[in-house]
Nanobody, 122 residues
Framework: QVQLVESGGGLVQPGGSLTLSCAAS????????MGWYRQAPGKLRELVAT???????TYADSVKGRFTISRDNVKNMVYLQMDSLKPEDTAVYYC????????????????WGQGTQVTVSS
């Protein structure tokens, strides 16, 4: 089984920065895409950024130029550097993996972390 644990959320003033981290654990051989999604109160969960194992990156238009995703394939971690934060970035941020291959050859699809709260407010 794959477990994803996020950290780094908190309260920040508009214009500030935060870095989120997500650690994937388990008997992991490889992870295809790792990414970040967010869900604000009363809204649907939406994509923030994803990064494939080969380096391909996707950003939501709303965060382009402000957020940077990166990953460490050795440590099975993904990061989200968030700069120039706005109140509309307030949400619970979730880590996601689309396909994980375990060392025993099992596949785990669409795994989610428990989420970390990011609040942007003065």
């Amino acid at each position: 089984q794959v477990q994803l644990v996020e950290s780094g959320g908190g309260l920040v003033q508009p214009g500030g920065s935060l870095t989120l981290s997500c650690a994937a654990s388990g008997s992991i051989f490889s992870i295809n895409v790792m990414g970040w999604y967010r869900q604000a109160p009363g809204k649907l969960r939406e994509l923030v950024a994803t990064m494939a194992s080969g380096g391909g990156i996707t950003y939501a238009d709303s965060v382009k130029g402000r957020f940077t995703i990166s990953r460490d394939n050795v440590k099975n971690m993904v990061y989200l550097q968030m700069d120039s934060l706005k109140p509309e970035d307030t949400a619970v941020y979730y880590c996601n993996t689309d396909r994980v291959v375990s060392r025993t050859g099992s596949y785990y699809f669409n795994s989610w972390g428990q989420g970390t709260q990011v609040t942007v407010s003065s």
